[in-house]
Every structure is written in structure tokens, then in C-alpha cells.
């Protein structure tokens, strides 16, 4: 089946400074590529969806400016937490679609800002 | 747009015994649906998926999962439960409008018993 490759598993920085999580198909090509991001014992909530080459899509309440998204080829796409402050923490996963009629999911990152 | 309801967010279950997790949802557009599983401190590991076809679907380690269109419903069945089979269960639905992208129920935690 196809592979989404999630990087890093784990990350614990301090406020103030910025994580990258980056999220890459391994054996497809991936066209959209979303993000999620799910708090201690509650379900995921998209946060934004994006396509190859174009801006992203954000989801109602989630900041565009706090959570920088670039899809720039078609294996990779990264979410850039800013400026980190503690209530960013919480476990972020990504999921990738080609040309299929679903999409493949990574394993997450655990940040923890402290 | 989609939603899906969980409503039992805790099924306690005595190992062998069969268990049921409900799952409905609401769209105005036909939409695949999907049945996850994520044991602690990890990622989505899809359990089964109804995209077209059968109405029933199994997966490899016992459960199944029928999509009723009249009732709009996707409820997982086990006839006979494993203490392995003890972690959090997700529910999801995916739009065929184009972006794919899945909407999540808020889950259901699944405890065997010894």
C-alpha cells in the first residue's frame, strides 16, 4: 500500500521558536495533502488542506500565520508551527492523496513546547 | 459538508464477547467511509473502508463493518473481542466533491476486560 512518512516522530522545543514537521509520500505522488491536528484524547480536526504548487486551504479558526504550510513538490509538504507557545502542543498528522479515491496517513508528531 | 457521530465515546467489553461501535453521518453528497484504529501514542492504522461494492466489509482481524444508506450508518461489529483489540476507534467519512478530505467522529474508546 502506499507509504506516508511522517518527520519528526517527536519534537520538544521552547516558546518562542519554530518547528518544522515535514510529511512525504514514499511511493505515490501526491496531489493534496492534509493536515491534522489532534488534542490529548479527542478526535483530529483538519487544519488545512493543500495542493501541489498552490496556497493552502485553511479550515475556519486555525491561523494561517501561525501554521505555514508549503506543498512545493509532489512527495513533500511541511507544516511550520511559529513561534511556538504551549498551547501549540498536541500531537499533528498529515495524510496524502494522488490520483486514488483515498487518502494515506502518517504517524504524527508529538510536539511539546516548553 | 459532512459530519459523524460517535456516540458512545467509552464501550467497556469482556474479552470473547462481541462488541459494536456506532457510527452515523450526515451529507448531502455521497461520500466513502472508513473505520481507524490508533492505539496510544501512535498514528491512523486504517481498519477497513466502504467505498463502492459490497455493503459489507471485513477486515483481516475479525471486524466488519456494514454501510447502511437508509439509516446512514458504517457501525464496526466484532463477534468476539481480544485484549489486544483495546484502543481508541475512529470513525471517518470522505466527500467525493474533490478535495477528499476526511472528516472525523470523535471516537470511541474500546476497553477489553479481562
Known amino acids: 500500500g502506499a507509504v506516508v512518512s511522517q518527520h519528526p516522530s517527536r519534537v520538544i522545543c521552547k516558546s518562542g521558536t519554530s518547528v518544522k514537521i515535514e510529511c512525504r509520500s514514499l511511493?505515490?505522488?501526491?496531489?493534496?495533502m492534509f493536515w491534522y491536528r489532534q488534542f490529548p484524547k479527542q478526535s483530529l480536526m483538519l487544519m488545512a488542506t493543500?495542493?501541489?504548487?498552490?496556497?493552502?486551504?485553511?479550515e475556519q479558526g486555525v491561523e494561517k500565520d501561525k501554521f505555514l504550510i508549503n506543498h512545493a513538490s509532489l512527495t513533500l509538504s511541511t507544516l511550520t508551527v511559529t513561534s511556538a507557545h504551549p498551547e501549540d502542543s498536541s500531537f499533528y498528522i498529515c495524510s496524502a492523496r494522488g490520483g486514488g479515491r483515498e487518502a494515506f496517513f502518517g504517524q504524527g508528531t508529538r510536539l511539546t513546547v516548553v | 459538508a459532512q459530519s459523524v457521530t460517535q456516540l458512545d465515546s467509552q464501550v467497556p467489553v469482556f474479552e470473547e464477547a462481541p462488541v459494536e461501535l456506532r457510527c452515523n453521518y450526515s451529507?448531502?453528497?455521497?461520500?466513502?467511509l472508513f473505520w481507524y484504529v490508533q492505539y496510544p501514542n501512535q498514528g491512523l492504522q486504517l481498519l477497513l473502508k466502504?467505498?463502492?461494492?459490497?455493503?459489507l466489509v471485513k477486515s483481516i482481524n475479525g471486524f466488519e463493518a456494514e454501510f447502511n444508506k437508509s439509516q446512514t450508518s458504517f457501525h464496526l461489529r466484532k463477534p468476539s473481542v481480544h485484549i489486544s483489540d483495546t484502543a481508541e476507534y475512529f470513525c471517518a467519512v470522505s466527500d467525493l466533491s474533490g478535495t477528499y478530505k476526511y472528516i472525523f467522529g470523535t471516537g470511541t474508546r474500546l476497553k477489553v476486560l479481562a
Open positions: 466502504y467505498l463502492s461494492g459490497s455493503t
Open positions: 511511493d505515490f505522488q501526491a496531489t493534496t
Open positions: 493543500s495542493n501541489e504548487g498552490s496556497k493552502a486551504t485553511y
Open positions: 451529507s448531502s453528497v455521497s461520500v466513502y
